[in-house]
């Protein structure tokens, strides 16, 4: 078992950042491939960006493509998604998920493991 918890989430104003981490526990983190997933009110989860195990390949949705980073410290178990020039469409909850293997990692069926997810609101 992997347990995923998320931190990071706030309020912030358009146009500025947030950087949200997840940290494992449970298992050697550096097995697992990770992604992020968000789920705005009224809608359903979508992709946001994924890396693999070695972080050597990581994908971004079209939506967040060159604002969004993912990066990942297998040291401290940790996974980071780094937000800037944020928009207030961004506002949603995030989700952290992680799985030992992915094809594609741009799907919420592809993962075993679930963090319960951090809200962030972003005002105009």
């Known amino acids: 078992q992997v347990q995923l918890v998320e931190s990071g989430g706030g309020l912030v104003q358009a146009g500025g950042s947030l950087r949200l981490a997840c940290t494992a526990s449970g298992r050697t983190f550096s097995n697992y491939a990770a992604g992020w997933f968000r789920q705005a009110p009224g809608k359903g989860r979508e992709f946001v960006a994924a890396?693999?195990?070695?972080?050597?390949?990581?994908y971004v949705s079209d939506s967040v493509k060159g604002r969004f980073t993912i990066v990942r410290d297998n040291a401290k178990d940790t996974v980071y998604l780094q937000m800037n020039s944020l928009k207030p469409e961004d506002t949603a909850v995030y989700y952290c998920?992680?799985?030992?293997?992915?094809?594609?990692?741009?799907?919420?069926?592809?993962?075993?493991?679930w963090g319960q997810g951090t809200q962030v609101s972003v005002s105009s």
């Open positions: 890396i693999r195990r070695s972080g050597g390949s990581t």
């Open positions: 998920a992680a799985v030992s293997n992915c094809l594609t990692c741009r799907l919420e069926k592809e993962y075993t493991y």
